[in-house]
């Protein structure tokens, strides 16, 4: 699993024209894209959850569960492109949408359980992403 994280002062996720996920923290939040490969768990989901809330990359090196910041949890197979040989890239490294949604619902649900307030992208959709990156200040997470 990979998750590419960003400091954001908003960020929102719409599908067909309508926001269906939106956060506009006081402070700073964050957007989580998340990828789903063959082997990943739910233990690397949860795993995974636990770090992003607790990463301090935040000012004042602050984590989200310092100052209760909201994040956006979007799915992004393309987090697993492959680009090796020619100019288009493959995805056969990404998990296929009924090993891969079931992961993403867990990360996000992990980082609820927290006590983090999560807003969600729909698992699939063709979705537009609309961010403000604080910074910038991006970073991937793997295990």
Do not use: C
């Not at 996920?21 to 006081?26: C, D, L, S, T, V």
């Not at 004042?60 to 697993?80: C, E, N």
């Amino acid at each position: 699993m990979r998750v590419l994280v960003q400091r954001v002062t908003s960020a929102s996720v719409s599908v067909g024209g309508q926001v269906v996920g939106e956060i506009r923290p006081p402070d700073q939040g964050l957007l989580a894209l998340v990828g789903v490969t063959h082997s990943d768990t739910d233990d690397i989901a949860r795993r995974l959850g636990e770090k992003l809330w607790q990463l301090r990359i935040l000012d004042d090196d602050r984590s989200a569960a310092d100052i209760d910041a909201p994040i956006l949890v979007v799915s992004q197979f393309t987090l697993y492109a492959n680009t090796a040989k020619g100019r288009r890239p493959t995805w056969n490294a990404a998990a296929p949408g009924p090993v891969a949604e079931p992961l993403v619902t867990l990360f996000a649900d992990t980082l609820r359980g927290l006590g983090a307030h999560v807003e969600t992208g729909v698992f699939g959709a063709d979705m537009q992403v609309e961010l403000v990156n604080d910074g910038p200040v991006t970073v991937l997470l793997e295990l």
